[in-house]
């Protein structure tokens, strides 16, 4: 989502699906936090949500605290946060160079995901490089590549990171609980503003 948007929970998309459950049904304006990094200054939204790979590559940037903070300031009291996030903390000392092809789509629309992973000797971050390939007319075609670098973030590092930003009821739900591959994180922006 590019800009703030009625929250309808979409086939796929199990964030808005938890922000739904959360907050219940009605009319409910959700923004992704890259547009509230990049230029969000409007009314105050019920949902901020980060896709899975958003925090640590903030966290590289060492702009994941402010991001956060930004977010918060965006939700209107009681507003959610909802961020999916990669718990790599204890492979960093496997440093495995992929995770298995993500499939999506069907037939002629059906699509794979690929993910490169270069590990830091350190195993604190890692390049990630994402290929997607697409069908073409007779054979795969690259559809598109992106390029980041992440830093690895451990649960304790991202709550304690939610909580320093001012948010409350942090809570992180298990891919078992949410329906998304990876953990995803929930919390609270407070009644009152902090000082």
């Known amino acids: 989502m590019t800009a703030a948007q009625d929250l309808v929970p979409l086939p796929e998309d199990p964030l808005t699906e938890v922000a739904s459950a959360v907050l219940g049904t009605g009319h409910h304006v959700v923004i992704d936090l890259l547009d509230v990094v990049r230029h969000h200054g409007g009314p105050p939204v019920d949902v901020v949500r980060a896709g899975d790979d958003l925090l640590p590559r903030l966290a590289h940037e060492n702009a994941l605290d402010q991001a956060l ?4 300031q965006a939700l209107r009291p009681g507003g959610l946060f909802v961020a999916a996030v990669p718990e790599l903390d204890k492979l960093g000392r496997l ?3 992929a995770p298995p092809p993500k499939v999506s ?4 629309d059906r699509q ?3 993910q490169l992973w270069d590990w830091a000797a350190d195993g604190e971050s890692y390049a990630l490089e994402v290929v997607q390939l697409v069908r073409g007319a007779e054979t795969w075609e690259v559809g598109n590549t992106v390029s980041t ?7 304790e590092q991202v709550s ?3 909580a320093d930003a001012g948010f409350g009821a942090v809570q992180r739900l298990s891919p ?6 990876l953990p995803v994180w929930v919390a609270v ?4 503003a902090p000082a």
Do not use: D, I, N, Y
């Open 105 to 108: 789509g069907r037939g002629q």
């Open 149 to 155: 670098r992440h830093r690895v973030l451990s649960p």
């Open 112 to 114: 794979v995901t690929v």
């Open 95 to 97: 440093r495995p160079t």
């Open 160 to 162: 304690a990171s939610l």
């Open 69 to 72: 903070v930004l977010a918060r």
């Open 189 to 192: 922006a407070p009644a009152v």
């Open 176 to 181: 078992a609980e949410c329906g998304h591959p």
